[in-house]
């Protein structure tokens, strides 16, 4: 329970714990409507034992609270819970699917639910700057043309759908294994990057894990025209550096931008 008189000056508000009733996380959130910074680390809604998911709609803009939410927004899951019982585990695995965020003054947004997996998330936002992802294999940003930080991070990742990246200079990609279109629909979009991040091991859909197909050495650089620093691992490396996508390299080929590059080979195969 949480009785709280009017919040017209707060600017931070954090909730965290295992367990809290959702009618104080919603008492709290409707009176918080001027907040700026939320931080949000609760795993489960419901009274005394009876634990509950969080219901899927997270916030619209037809709430009060998420129509004048500004500033950053951070929801943070558990990456494991040694005294959870087998209760809440099967809360867990049949928990939360889709998360759906309509904050139209939201600019910076950390989202980690490390133990969904398949978790789908839709965000929208038209002042978004920076977006951090991890748990999420669905993610769609329809508005993007201010985000600047993006980094998406889960085992598996089989769907992206973004809008332009015209003032994106930091991109993350970090996996076990992500579908080959939407690496592909994410690097064409992020033209303008200037420090990209990929830790991908395997492409392919669902189970079917599927080795990197070949990448233009050539056409890949000239399509970043502006990157200064790219850490890159094994799978994106041997991509880059068929010998085939070598060999027909233009004379006046050169990357005007780059300054760092930082290689991470986990494999002594993939060292040839």
């Not at 579908?179 to 420090?195: Q, Y």
């Not at 859909?205 to 025209?225: I, K, M």
Request: aromatic share 10%; charged share 25%.
């Amino acid at each position: 329970m949480v009785e709280i008189g009017n919040l017209p000056a707060l600017e931070f508000l954090s909730m965290r714990g295992i367990q809290w009733c959702w009618d104080a996380i919603c008492k709290i959130l409707k009176l918080a409507s001027e907040v700026k910074h939320l931080f949000m680390k609760v795993e489960f809604t419901g009274n005394f034992e009876a634990l509950q998911p969080f219901p899927e709609s997270l916030w619209n803009k037809g709430d009060r609270f998420g129509a004048k939410m500004k500033g950053r927004l951070k929801l943070v899951g558990s990456r494991k819970l040694d005294d959870v019982s087998r209760t809440r585990a099967e809360f867990r695995k049949e928990g939360v699917r889709t998360i759906s965020i309509d904050l139209p003054y939201l600019d910076e947004c950390k989202l980690d639910f490390y133990g969904l997996r398949s978790c789908s998330l839709t965000l929208t936002s038209s002042k978004i700057v920076s977006l951090e992802v991890q748990g999420c294999s669905r993610i769609r940003v329809p508005e993007s043309q201010h985000l600047r930080n993006l980094s998406i991070f889960n085992s598996a990742v089989y769907m992206v759908e973004i809008g332009n990246l015209p003032a994106l200079e930091f991109l993350s990609m970090r996996g076990i294994q992500w579908c080959w279109d939407a690496i592909c629909k994410i690097l064409k979009l992020a033209s303008e990057v200037k420090h990209l991040f990929m830790k991908v091991e395997f492409t392919g859909n669902f189970e079917a894990l599927q080795p990197f197909p070949e990448v233009d050495f050539v056409d890949f650089f000239n399509s970043h025209p502006h990157l200064r620093k790219f850490d890159i691992h094994g799978a994106m490396f041997i991509a880059l550096c068929q010998k085939n996508s070598l060999k027909h390299g233009d004379p006046g080929f050169l990357i005007p931008c780059l300054e760092e590059v930082v290689i991470t080979m986990r494999s002594p195969l993939n060292a040839e």
